[in-house]
């Protein structure tokens, strides 16, 4: 399934969703070099990004550590006490789980992170406000890079990234706007498919991810499942009801299943009689 937009209006210009798709954007195309050099990319993730062993021992990765994993093929090249001395030694590990948030591994990672930000992010973003949304996003960035760190403490693979981050965009908005139509490419079909379905069989399908495919796929289920328990904690409260339920929009999908002030019949009937898109 591929998502093209939601129909669910915004009253505010999404201005930290603009930015991180900005910073992601000129990070990877400049300082990453991942456009051009992959031998700069992996030592520029190498020195920036989160890697679950760095955090499991608090120092950054040792010259053999990096020799073991990238020219020995150990994937779990952890070494818990006498090392080499590190390559980066002046990394501070834990600042890596927020830096990797703004890091990609490759054109079609960062392409398709910002699509799903922007499809969801600047209605978040809409509902939380821009202070709010920001500590949001950066907070589920982390617990996604601790999630993975759980499952696999002993990598010594740098975690890159943002669909952590989203992921918990994802689950509030599940949360907040069930309901909303996202107009969705499946098998070259068009087809409007409300957020709960859409986002929920996303959610299922992380479970399914190979072994070998390099998803961080845990990285996404908590990410999902922070977004999804902040959404419901903040659900109907002043914190997560900035605009919200908008009399004068009819087309604001609230948290009820209805838009705007009143629930509707069929949650596309709108839609339906104001865009003549073919399905």
Known sequence: ?????????????????????????????GPQGGASDPNDALNFNLEYAAIPCELFTGEALSADEIENTFNGGDPAACQDGEASPARFPDKNPFLGAVTSIFLHGSIM????????LWIFGNNIEDR??????????????????VAHYLVQPSSTIPVVGASGAI??????????????????????FLRDITAKWFLGVWFVLQFFTGANSGVAWMAHVGG???????GLMVR????????????????????????????????????????????
């Not at 201005?15 to 954007?25: G, L, S």
């Not at 939380?128 to 949001?136: D, E, M, Q, S």
């Not at 009399?247 to 069929?266: E, F, I, K, R, V």
């Open 167 to 188: 992921a918990a965009i994802m689950g509030a908005y599940l949360v907040w706007f069930p309901n909303a139509p996202i107009r969705t490419i499946v098998f070259f």
């Open 224 to 230: 999902f499942v922070f977004g999804v328990v902040i």
């Open 109 to 116: 990672h960062l392409l398709g992170n910002m699509w799903s």
């Open 128 to 145: 939380l406000g821009h202070v709010k949304y920001t500590v949001f996003y950066l907070v589920g960035g982390v617990v996604a890079t």
């Open 236 to 279: 109907g409260t002043e914190f997560g009801s900035r605009n919200v339920n908008r009399s004068d929009d009819p087309m604001s999908w609230d948290s009820t299943g209805g838009a705007g002030h009143g629930p509707l019949p069929h949650p596309f009937e709108t839609r339906r009689n104001q865009d003549t898109l073919g399905y």
């Open 1 to 29: 399934m591929l998502p093209l937009k939601d129909e669910n209006p915004t009253s505010t210009t999404p201005f930290v969703t603009f930015a991180i798709i900005a910073a992601c954007a000129l990070i990877f195309f």
